[in-house]
């Protein structure tokens, strides 16, 4: 078993649409859960971190975390062709700094 | 957000040389920076853990004698390909760890270096 795991999609939505994307985890100890956003070619950039059971929005995104299911979501409202991207969760846990990647899921906004 | 600053961009280099790519944290200090290579299409994968003062930590597979990494200030870490491969060819990425004033420490990533080996 991975110790994140995302589906690789593509996760294909139209534009205005919520995307939703969903990451599992394997250490029960993890603490800290992050989303990144990777365009093709470019590196990774924040979108928002979450360490407490339940949601946190930004602007247009929503993190939920669930931390008894080991689940944690990114929601995507109004999604836009810009959007178009993939999703990376990371996952930090107890007593080390280095994250753990899930491998990634490839989100496409079509107009 | 934090920003994280690398250099080169892009990299050609010859087969059998040695490159070095920079990292630096430009806002804050980084006791701890992290390397990783991405190939075409696939994810992220962590090379090392760059701690300032002390060696680095490798991961399972990664040759430290070919990947050099110093870190000889809180703010800058240095990645160093020795003897250089085809095969190494790779998209080279730096991230450092914040850890100011907030619930927890958040990474950020530099933006990258494109290394091409003839």
């Known amino acids: 078993q991975k110790e994140v795991e995302q589906n690789s999609g593509p996760l294909s939505v139209p534009e205005g649409a919520i995307a939703s994307l969903n990451c599992t985890y394997s250490?029960?100890?993890?603490?800290?859960f992050f989303w990144y956003r990777q365009y093709s070619g470019k590196s990774p950039e924040l979108i928002m971190f979450i360490y407490s059971n339940g949601d946190k929005e930004d602007g247009r995104f929503t993190a939920q975390l669930n931390k008894a299911s080991q689940y944690v979501s990114l929601l995507i409202r109004d999604s836009q062709p810009s959007d178009s991207a993939t999703y990376l969760c990371?996952?930090?846990?107890?007593?080390?700094?280095?994250?753990?990647f899930g491998a990634g899921t490839r989100l496409a906004v079509h107009p | 957000g934090a920003v994280v600053s690398q250099h080169p961009s892009w990299v050609i280099c010859k087969s059998g040389t040695s490159v070095k790519i920079e990292c630096r944290s430009l806002d804050f200090q980084a006791t701890t920076m992290f390397w990783y290579r991405q190939f075409p299409k696939q994810s992220l994968m962590l090379m090392a853990t760059s701690n300032e003062g002390s060696k680095a930590t490798y991961e399972q597979g990664v040759e430290k004698d070919k990947f050099l990494i110093n870190h000889a200030s809180l703010t800058l870490s240095t990645l160093t390909v020795t003897s250089a491969h085809p095969e190494d060819s790779s998209f080279y990425i730096c991230s450092a760890l914040w850890t100011g004033a907030g619930p927890g420490n958040t990474i950020y990533f530099g933006e990258g270096s494109w290394l091409t080996v003839v």
């Open positions: 250490d029960r100890g993890s603490q800290s």
């Open positions: 990371a996952v930090r846990g107890g007593g080390y700094n280095k994250l753990i």
